[in-house]
C-alpha cells in the first residue's frame, strides 16, 4: 500500500517506488517513443492457429528469452525424487 507521495512519484513503506505520476503530455510522448522503438525492431513472425501445439507453445516461449534466467538456476529436483505414483 502506498505510503508517501514525493514530486512524481509514490513510495511504499519499504521506500520502493511503487508508482510514478506523469502529466498526460509527457505520458502520450512516451507511448509515443515506446511505440517507436517496437516498430524499429523486427521481431520474428508466427502465425498463430486455433490451437497451438505444445512444441508450438515450447517454441514462442524459446524464442522469447521470458524464461532464459532459467539457465542459471541449478536443478532441485531430479527423476529419482518422490514416490513412485
Known amino acids: 500500500m502506498p505510503s508517501a507521495v514525493q514530486g512524481k512519484y509514490i513510495y511504499d513503506s519499504s521506500g520502493k517506488i511503487v508508482e510514478v505520476i506523469l502529466p498526460?503530455?509527457?505520458?502520450?510522448?512516451l507511448q509515443r517513443l515506446a511505440?517507436?522503438?517496437?516498430?524499429?525492431?523486427?521481431?520474428?513472425?508466427?502465425?498463430?492457429?486455433?490451437?497451438?501445439?505444445?512444441?508450438?507453445i515450447t517454441r514462442i516461449a524459446e524464442d522469447g528469452g521470458a524464461f532464459d534466467w532459467l539457465k542459471d538456476e541449478p536443478d532441485l529436483y531430479s527423476d529419482d525424487d518422490g514416490e513412485p505414483v
Open 24 to 29: 498526460i503530455d509527457e505520458f502520450k510522448e
Open 35 to 56: 511505440s517507436q522503438k517496437v516498430g524499429e525492431r523486427s521481431p520474428k513472425k508466427y502465425r498463430m492457429p486455433d490451437e497451438l501445439s505444445a512444441a508450438g
